[in-house]
């Protein structure tokens, strides 16, 4: 019964953890904060393939 409405609400929560993602991904690059910025590529990486594969 909640198959359908998990995988209708799944994806946009994945888009928008990605959208979060690129933000900090900007900010920490523009504070020179670079080992925060490679894990927040890790975090983008990761909400890209659950966004397109789940």
Do not use: T
Request: no cysteine; charged share 15%; proline share 4%.
């Amino acid at each position: 019964m909640f198959e359908k409405f998990f995988h209708e609400v799944n994806g946009p929560i994945w888009i928008l953890i990605g959208l979060v993602a690129l933000r900090a991904i900007y900010s920490s690059i523009k504070k020179k904060d670079y080992p925060h910025a490679a894990a927040f590529i890790v975090v983008l990486a990761a909400a890209a393939y659950y966004a397109l594969y789940l």
